[in-house]
């Protein structure tokens, strides 16, 4: 299922007005082996998943898709007209049971997109109105996570980036150390069309922050927005 997380004239999101409507989970097209290393990772997946399935999983209108290519895979998110994809090079993916969920490598990644309501028809070509609604976004976040969730998302710093032209927020906080095997979470937020694309990543405690950033920055460089819808069922020639 899916939720629409309405905003509110004053910018702000509310639970209260959600509509929901049925969707396709997620579809998953590689077919390969798990690994030893997914299994040892079960309890942080399920933590994580804890974390952020209260809020992500009210997906958009747009579906989802990890669609493998020559090089990796895609993560793809189309309507019947336009749609936005993320581009996986490697040759270490591993789908997850949690859907929007794939191991890359080392790394636990996930990408979600949330429809996002604009009653004002905010013009979202301008830098101040981009910052001003993914703020709005990531403070509900957080919040929702504070007061809901218990969360305490202690040390919680935004940054803005500029990613081959595209206004990301850069957000993380520390998770709390009663979680022994993580140290942060990190996210990566924008706009698209109608939607909010959040990527997000745990940093496991002897990880590098400046690794799991960069690998971060990495996904949000093959970004690619289309004014036409994909196929999930073809398979793309790049």
Not at 37 to 66: C, E, H, N, P, T
Not at 72 to 88: E, N, Q, R
Not at 120 to 141: C, F, G, M, P, R
Request: charged share 25%; proline share 4%; aromatic share 14%.
């Amino acid at each position: 299922m899916h939720q629409r997380i309405q905003q509110h004239e004053d910018g702000k999101f509310d639970h209260s007005k959600q509509k929901v409507d049925i969707q396709t989970n997620c579809i998953i097209l590689i077919d390969v082996n798990e690994p030893i290393k997914i299994q040892m990772k079960k309890v942080l997946i399920s933590y994580i998943f804890i974390l952020i399935s209260s809020i992500s999983y009210g997906q958009g209108r747009f579906d989802s898709a990890l669609i493998p290519t020559k090089d990796g895979a895609l993560f793809a998110f189309s309507d019947s007209t336009k749609s936005f994809t993320l581009d996986i090079v490697s040759d270490n993916i591993q789908p997850l049971e949690q859907r929007n969920f794939v191991m890359i490598d080392n790394w636990i990644f996930q990408a979600f997109n949330i429809d996002f309501e604009n009653p004002k028809n905010i013009d979202l070509t301008k830098e101040a109105n981009i910052k001003k609604s993914i703020s709005q976004y990531v403070k509900y976040e957080t919040d929702y996570f504070k007061k809901e969730l218990k969360f305490p998302c202690d040390s919680l710093t935004l940054n803005w980036e500029k990613i081959n032209g595209n206004y990301f927020c850069f957000w993380y906080f520390n998770t709390p150390d009663t979680i022994e095997s993580l140290k942060k979470q990190m996210y990566l937020t924008t706009i698209c069309y109608n939607q909010i694309l959040n990527m997000n990543i745990p940093l496991e405690k002897g990880v590098d922050f400046k690794d799991g950033k960069q690998f971060l920055f990495k996904m949000a460089e093959t970004l690619k927005i289309y004014d036409k819808p994909i196929d999930f069922d073809a398979r793309p020639e790049n």
